[in-house]
């Protein structure tokens, strides 16, 4: 009790003197290597996403592991699901023999779009003075998820009514605490968004919803047990090809809630 009475006075203190930390989304998964130096003609390509402050940004690793210096570098991505495409590609003085150099780059959702499999799926073109190069990654998915996700409850309702039962898929996942507090604001650091919530028979149940960035709407039905590792998740939208992109960002969300 003692630490939910702090939170609520530490919490607006972080609000008014450093929202950048609130605003910064979910915990990035480590960086992959997607283009390795073989495939790359000497270039090696790693990454990750993120999203902060309302944006998209794709945060990238370039080594040059060639004997000769590295320059005029651009990036173009095939049309795909989200209508993703990255912002000019530049670097302020060419990579160096054996460097490496990170770079974050930004991202927007205003380019052609084309239905992949998996849909997050990116096709990828990087070009240097050495050669054109290709890979394919994956999108993390919560840094689809939008900023104004979330509704009022009278909607919630009226939307989840509104859609047929077998527009509803359940499954369970794995918790990393039964606290419904640091659950709840896991999932809302990812876009997530508690719309209402109540406790039966001991058990919390969340009420949420979230909006990806072609303002499809997706609600969402969480059910936490004290003590239990698992949570019951039911998720219910018009776009059901976009229900496995949800649950693996709930239980990517939800595993990373206590920082582990």
Known sequence: MRRLQALKWILPLILLFCPALLLAQGPDLPKAIWLTAQDGEGLEVSGTFSRRQGQMYMELTFKNTTAQAMDDFAMQFNANSFGLAPEPLQFPAPIPPNVSVDKSLLLSSGGPVKAMNPLNTLQVAVKNNVGVSFFNCL???????????????????????????????QTNVGISTSNAEMLQAALERGNIFTVNGRTVGGQHILYQSLRFTNDVLVLAELKITPGNPTAQLAVKTQAMDLIPLVQSSYAHLLQASSGG
């Open 139 to 169: 999108v993390t998915p919560h840094i689809l998820f939008v900023e104004n996700g979330k509704i009022e409850n009278s909607s919630y309702v009226e939307t989840w009514q509104s859609m047929p039962p077998s527009n509803e898929v």
